[in-house]
């Protein structure tokens, strides 16, 4: 059901009641946040662990070929949530079974189980929970001291996990420049204000922030991925649009970049050096506007070291690896800013094949053998944080 009826980010709706009739069936009550999240609290006790899931799609049309794919229009589960959504049901199921077995203290405190919607857009269902108060202590759980979350992984193969300890992915922004000259005939360049060339300047100078105002043992990327204007071969545009991206692993030279990036553009832009020769007011200009992402997601080295162990007991410590941190974006960040967290990526490519489709494209499906060892650990490492586990398994 999850694969077959993907849902876009804060579109959840189906998929929300799906789940809390899942959860409803193993007997666990669930209440709706954001309006299409859930938490809900298994076991009793003072100690608090939580496990999240996000449960979101991506606006692709689905190419993989398996039997159970989209039957929505372009919309697939490309980023594997919907497979991070039943790894976190089973855990529940799971964990449920040893409440009744033994009773609702035996887990040594409650684990909250975060369904959380819209990670894959700004400004990510992970801040709008906490605004709601998921992390913050209620009548059936104080605050959690750990969370633990997981995502699919095609690049390594099935019954591998991966760990980072410290920061794993970069902050994201989504930047946008509208760049306004002065029309005019091609043939006349000076008398008009060029926003094409304007637009070419910005492009090369702002590279400059990344090639030479970052620290080069640092991480941070630049990309200008969309860029529009004019109409025709012999007319100069009276405005450019652009768009891109800005990634950072620093937070400091996030916000240093995006105040720079916005004194620049307008600066240039205004340059006599692009204004009219023909009426020296008629000048460039450019408004600058960002839409401030998710923050670099940075693993706690307590949180990752106990979930690394765990690991290894589960799994054999030959099946524990290390993940070279990327410049995409995860809004579990939001977590990890708030309390110890950490994010481990769970081996899905099946062992047999050298290669597989990638996160985010129209062919990408998972080794299914990978669930049960992905809702194992997740049983597995919220047990042993409670130091129970010994005891229930
Ligand atoms: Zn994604
Ligand atoms: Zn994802």
Redesign the pocket.
């Known amino acids: 059901m999850l694969h077959r009826q993907p849902e876009l980010s804060f579109q959840e709706h189906q998929t929300c009641r799906f789940i809390q009739s899942q959860l409803a069936e193993m007997g666990i009550s669930s209440t709706v946040l954001a309006g299409t999240g859930l938490v809900a609290h298994i076991g009793a006790g003072e100690r608090c662990v939580a496990l999240r899931a996000d449960i979101d799609a ?1 606006p692709i049309q689905e190419e993989s070929g398996v039997p159970f794919s989209s039957e929505r229009q372009g919309i697939m589960h ?2 594997g ?1 919907d497979a991070h959504t039943a790894m976190l049901l089973g855990a529940a199921r799971i964990l449920q079974q040893c409440v009744w077995r033994h009773g609702a203290q035996a887990l040594g405190g409650v684990v909250k189980l975060i369904f959380q919607p819209g ?2 857009m700004s400004p990510g269902g992970a801040s709008l929970l906490i605004k709601e108060g998921v992390l913050e202590a209620t009548g059936e759980a104080s605050v959690p001291e750990v969370i633990f979350g997981q995502h699919v992984n095609p690049d390594a193969a099935t019954g591998t996990v991966a760990f980072v300890s410290g920061t794993m992915m970069a902050s994201t922004d989504e930047l946008f420049w509208t760049i306004r000259g002065a029309s005019g005939h091609a043939a006349q360049p000076h008398r008009t204000a060029d926003p094409v060339l304007m637009a070419a300047h910005l492009v090369t100078t702002l590279q400059s922030l990344v090639s030479r105002a970052l620290n080069p043992l640092h991480s941070g990327v630049l990309s200008i991925t969309r860029i529009q204007g004019g109409t025709a071969t012999n007319v100069i545009p009276e405005t450019v649009e652009m768009s891109g991206t800005l990634r950072s692993m620093n937070q400091e030279w996030r916000e240093w970049a995006i105040d720079t990036i916005a004194e620049h553009s307008q600066r240039i832009c205004s340059s006599p050096l692009f204004a009219s020769r023909a009426d020296s007011s008629v000048q460039g200009a450019c408004e600058f506007q960002r839409s401030k992402g998710y923050p670099p997601l940075v693993n706690n080295p307590q949180a990752t070291e106990f979930a690394r162990q765990a690991a290894a007991h589960l799994l054999g410590a030959k099946c524990v690896e290390e993940f070279e941190p990327k410049m995409w974006g995860e809004d579990f960040a939001f977590y990890t800013h708030h309390i110890p967290g950490t994010f481990w990526m769970l081996g899905v490519r099946p062992p047999e094949l050298n290669h597989m489709p990638g ?2 494209n129209a062919r990408f499906t998972i080794d299914e053998k990978a669930l049960s060892i992905g809702t194992a650990l997740l049983v597995h490492v919220a047990l042993e944080r409670l130091g129970t586990l010994s005891v229930l398994m």
Do not use: R
């Open positions: 991506l490309a980023c949530h990670e894959e996160l985010h």
